[in-house]
């Protein structure tokens, strides 16, 4: 089994950057594909970005050029650099990992997530 842990969310104004960070544990040879996906309150869960083990990325149209997964095998950590962020990016983020080379998966493993908010 794979564990992953997020970190990074918070308030932030809009216009403004966060960085998330998700590590993951356990078995982690099994992994090929991490990603980041996010659910706002009263919606369905939409995938925001994924990362191959050699570094091939697919992010959704709603967030391409202002978001920026990168992953840093030997620690075994996947990164979200969101800049710009807008009101509609406010939702809980959650790190999946798993061998679909699809943005939408499936993942195998998931994390608990973290809060993003973005104020107007």
């Known amino acids: 089994q794979v564990q992953l842990v997020e970190s990074g969310g918070g308030l932030v104004q809009a216009g403004g950057s966060l960085r998330l960070s998700c590590v993951a544990s356990g078995s982690t040879f099994s992994i090929n594909t991490m990603g980041w996906h996010r659910q706002a309150p009263g919606k369905q869960r939409e995938s925001v970005a994924i990362i191959s083990s050699g570094g091939l990325t697919s992010y959704a149209d709603s967030v391409q050029g202002r978001f920026t997964i990168s992953r840093d095998n030997a620690k075994n950590t996947v990164y979200l650099q969101m800049n710009s962020l807008k009101p509609e990016d406010t939702g809980v983020y959650y790190c999946?990992?798993?061998?679909?080379?699809?943005?939408?998966?499936?993942?195998?493993?998931w994390g608990q997530g973290t809060q993003v908010t973005v104020s107007s």
């Open positions: 999946s990992a798993g061998t679909s080379k699809r943005l939408g998966g499936p993942f195998g493993s």
